[in-house]
């Protein structure tokens, strides 16, 4: 059983920063080879959730929104089986409930699943609050 466990979250001001962690367990035989799919998302009130970022650990591959890039790093501890999301100026816009999402998919899938949301194993969600 895959489960995922989220944390990092909290409230800055304008400009500040925050580092997500998202401690996976269950899934250790995908872990030796990277050949699966990690995700953050994030849902503010009243809007639909939408895709943060992704990465594929067994290719390096890694993916960000638009609104996000150059301010957010994801990344993930083999060792550790954590993934994280390195969040540095940080903008009220980016207040929303923030979740970690996993699937076992190819390379190919993964931006796939990054726009259907349709990945099997997601964690609980940590809330960050960004105020002006």
């Known amino acids: 059983q895959v489960q995922l466990v989220a944390s990092g979250g909290g409230s800055v001001q304008t400009g500040g920063s925050l580092r997500l962690s998202c401690a996976a367990s269950g899934y250790t035989y995908l872990s030796r080879s990277g050949s699966y799919c990690m995700v953050w998302f994030r849902q503010a009130p009243g809007k639909e959730r939408e895709g943060v970022a992704y990465i594929y650990p067994g290719r390096g591959t890694t993916y960000y929104t638009d609104s996000v890039r150059g301010r957010f790093t994801i990344s993930h501890d083999n060792a550790k089986n954590t993934l994280y999301l390195q969040m540095n100026n940080l903008k009220p816009e980016d207040t929303a409930m923030y979740y970690c999402?996993?699937?076992?998919?190819?390379?190919?899938?993964?931006?796939?699943?990054?726009?259907?949301?349709?990945?099997?194993?997601w964690g609980q969600g940590t809330q960050v609050t960004v105020s002006s």
């Open positions: 999402a996993a699937d076992d998919t190819t390379p190919w899938q993964c931006p796939v699943v990054f726009g259907t949301k349709k990945l099997r194993y």
